[in-house]
């Protein structure tokens, strides 16, 4: 997605929320009443929009739900203010991420967020104003999606590529503005969240070597204990080759 195309895209998804918000009752909890999700967290969910509690409204919902809840309720949520929070929660807590998703839909979600809004319900940026990112894809080459999710680390984004140990690994390279960083997720992958990045490269890669130490360093992070202070056993782990 080119950036003409994503501007196009904002504006069809805000004019489709002013023309909702024509008829739309203001009372949040009528709204919330329409709220559905499991039988045992309804009345708690309910609370939560209304009271604000955007991470709340998830309650009965799973990882892999998450973001199907958003879009079933994306104008509800943003009228209420607390969309581009629960837009980052949603995201963050979903196990198989945008997997399956029409581009349009995932356009969609992130083209109908207040920008500033959206960058504070993330982690804080790290300073910079370009970074170097990658992304690691597998599968048939139409479905090596370029966004929305970029790593500034090699290795986790080679990881991405064969956690599956399917065929058609991918891996990209991307030079990416600060202002074209929708949010970020600090932790251990590294994520920062971009529609429409500069064109990648796509990177020469042996993945017999690359992803065999791909899966080593994964595992390490995983048994890595952050309470003992073993500053060798894993002091490379993150470093881009």
């Known amino acids: 997605m080119n950036k003409r195309q994503w501007e196009r895209k ?42 604000g509690d955007a991470s709340g409204c998830f309650l009965g919902e799973s990882g892999g739900t998450y973001l199907r809840f958003l879009w079933d309720n994306a104008f509800r949520l943003k009228q209420r203010g607390i969309y581009e929070s629960a837009l980052v929660s949603a995201y963050r807590c979903s196990t198989l991420g945008f997997a399956g998703w029409p581009n349009d ?51 986790t984004a080679a990881w991405f590529a064969v956690r599956f140990k399917d065929k058609n690994p991918a891996l990209f390279q991307a030079e990416v503005n600060r202002q074209d960083v929708l949010f970020y997720i600090d932790g251990s992958e590294k994520e920062f969240v971009v529609m429409c990045p500069p064109e990648p490269r796509t990177l020469d890669v042996d993945w017999e070597v690359v992803g065999k130490e791909a899966q080593e360093r994964h595992r ?13 056993s894993d002091s490379d782990i993150g470093e881009a080759s």
């Open 10 to 51: 904002i504006r069809e998804a805000h004019e489709a929320f002013e023309r909702w918000s024509i008829s739309a009752s203001m009372d949040w909890k009528e709204h919330a009443s329409e709220i559905k999700t499991a039988d045992w967290a309804i009345q708690r969910c309910r609370e939560a929009f209304i009271e």
């Open 105 to 155: 839909y995932v356009a969609f979600l992130f083209a109908l967020a207040d920008m500033d809004k959206l960058r504070e319900a993330g982690d804080p940026i790290p300073p910079g104003e370009f970074y170097k990112l990658y992304r690691g894809v597998v599968g048939p080459r139409k479905h090596h999606r370029t966004f929305p999710s970029w790593t500034s680390d090699y290795w």
């Open 220 to 232: 390490k992070v995983l048994e890595y204990d952050p309470g003992e202070q073993d500053e060798s």
